[in-house]
């Protein structure tokens, strides 16, 4: 049994072994795993938590390796499948100087985009506390179908559902179905991180606050809006409140919105239920900033994910 279900993508990294080079230059890359719910998946599992990844990569040596990486992290990958229809995701990625990043990915389809409703492990749904999801698997069809049926099985089995609509635009046929895709994953959430980025596109205000609750449904509880360096932006149904980051030296920024997330998911299991008194809601969101802002320190999503021990001690240095 596992505390949290994450769904969508599994898929490799090549990270530039330089930072400020686009892709056109970088000469030499580093190759990684990543994929935005297998970082939370393997975010949770670093910070403690018992986590489980479910979605589909292709029969090869890549998609062998991926799975090899999320079982040494500790995640379970029982529901983890395996195609000889399409190969494994591939995406490059070039750094900034400040650590931010531009993807290229190499989908035709790939085997993250043919996991089917009939693929879904119900029973590892069942077994878990939460069940947490992105966007990118509701590009297009089998896999959004997939991802929906997924989804209805969480709700269903009443679950916390969490999402991070992760905006890759590249992916999408145009702007007005990726916004439509995005909004589908927020209706059925009962929590939501969200960058102020893809606040701003779907909503196009860029009060971070007003869009929000724009956005809102009857079904969420806490929607956080991450800011990079500048923290984060919490809502509830009642209040709202910020809670600034922490200072590091960014190499690169991959997976640290998912460290984010593996943060606060953390805290709020924790909790048992998402908190009334800002005061902890602040508590958690200040963990998972820590999460974030640990990630960044390094080259690669999975291996720069930091530990418990590692974020309380960033918190704890910060108050001194």
């Keep these: 049994m596992a505390d949290v279900v994450a769904f969508g993508e599994l898929l490799i990294d090549f990270v530039p072994t330089a930072t400020g080079l686009d892709l056109a230059h970088a000469e030499?890359?580093?190759?990684?795993a990543g994929g935005a719910p297998a970082n939370v998946a393997a975010g949770l599992a670093r910070?403690?938590?018992?986590?489980a990844f479910m979605g589909m990569v292709g029969?090869?040596?890549f998609g062998h390796s991926l799975a090899e990486t999320l079982r040494q992290v500790g995640v379970d990958v029982s529901p983890l499948r395996f195609t000889s229809e399409a190969n494994t995701g591939l995406a490059f990625v070039s750094l900034h100087a400040d650590g931010e990043r531009e993807f290229l990915f190499y989908r035709s389809p790939s085997a993250d985009m043919l996991m089917r409703p009939e693929d879904v492990?119900?029973?590892a749904i069942w077994n878990a506390r939460a069940f947490h999801f992105g966007s990118i698997s509701l590009i297009a069809e089998p896999a959004r179908a997939g991802t929906l049926h997924a989804v209805s099985l969480a709700r269903r089995y009443g679950k916390v559902v969490t999402y991070d609509p992760n905006l890759r635009l590249a992916l999408w046929p145009d702007a007005a179905e990726a916004r439509a895709g995005m909004r589908m994953g927020l209706e059925v959430a009962d929590i939501v991180k969200i960058g102020d980025e893809e606040l701003a596109f779907l909503t196009g205000d860029n009060d971070p606050v007003a869009a929000a609750r724009a956005l809102w449904t009857p079904r969420l509880q806490l929607m956080?809006?991450?800011?990079g360096s500048a923290g984060c932006i919490w809502v509830t149904p009642q209040a709202h409140g910020r809670v600034p980051s922490f200072t590091v030296t960014a190499v690169d920024a991959t997976g640290a919105g998912d460290a984010f997330m593996a943060g606060l998911i953390a805290g709020l299991l924790a909790e048992r239920a998402v908190p009334t008194e800002p005061e902890a809601i602040e508590r958690i969101c200040r963990f998972a900033n820590a999460a974030g802002a640990l990630t960044a320190?390094?080259?690669?999503?999975i291996p720069s994910l930091p530990t418990r021990d590692e974020v309380e001690a960033l918190v704890l240095r910060a108050q001194q």
């Design 121 to 123: 492990d119900e029973a």
């Design 224 to 227: 956080a809006i991450t800011s």
């Design 59 to 61: 029969q090869d040596g």
């Design 28 to 32: 030499t890359f580093t190759k990684a």
């Design 47 to 51: 910070l403690g938590m018992s986590s």
């Design 297 to 301: 320190t390094g080259r690669g999503a």
